[in-house]
């Protein structure tokens, strides 16, 4: 323990704060590679409103004095996985090309900002030399 406290201490120079500040400052103007939805996460996401929000209503208020109220996150994916399983074979084969479509479009916009950064002059003294 004694080596963990010696060794993993914090800078605490004067300008440390500095120092944070311009480290956090670089890493917020790096996007995060999206990834790709569970199938079942992408059914809940494009239908959430039209065919499981009515249900999960329904049947939280039969339960809501029975069970805590997170337990609401718990039982609309359950619901969500129920109602998942009951759609056609064809249904789930088109929603999976959506999906797959949708996480290319994603990551061809993250492409396209990285580039963005790359190519962008890390500070404005070399943008002039």
């Given at each position: 323990m004694a080596w963990y406290h010696t060794f993993n201490k914090k800078v605490n120079s004067g300008?440390?704060?500095?120092?944070?500040?311009?480290?956090?400052?670089?890493?917020?103007?790096v996007p995060t590679a999206p990834k790709v939805l569970r199938t079942s996460q992408f059914?809940?996401?494009?239908?959430?409103n039209?065919?499981?929000?009515?249900?999960?209503?329904?049947?939280?208020?039969?339960?809501?004095?029975?069970?805590?109220?997170?337990?609401r996150i718990a039982l609309s994916n359950t619901i969500t996985d129920?109602?998942?399983?009951?759609?056609?074979?064809?249904?789930?084969?088109?929603?999976?090309?959506?999906?797959i479509e949708a996480?290319?479009?994603?990551?061809?916009?993250y492409e396209r900002a990285v580039k963005r950064l790359e190519s962008a002059p890390d500070?404005?003294?070399s943008f002039h030399e």
């Open positions: 300008n440390s704060f500095e120092i944070e500040k311009a480290f956090h400052d670089m890493t917020e103007t059914y809940s996401r494009k239908y959430y039209t065919r499981i929000k009515p249900v999960v209503d329904a049947e939280w208020a039969l339960v809501k004095d029975i069970i805590p109220e997170p337990s129920r109602i998942y399983a009951g759609e056609s074979k064809s249904f789930k084969e088109r929603l999976d090309v959506e999906r996480h290319a479009k994603k990551m061809a916009e500070s404005a003294e």
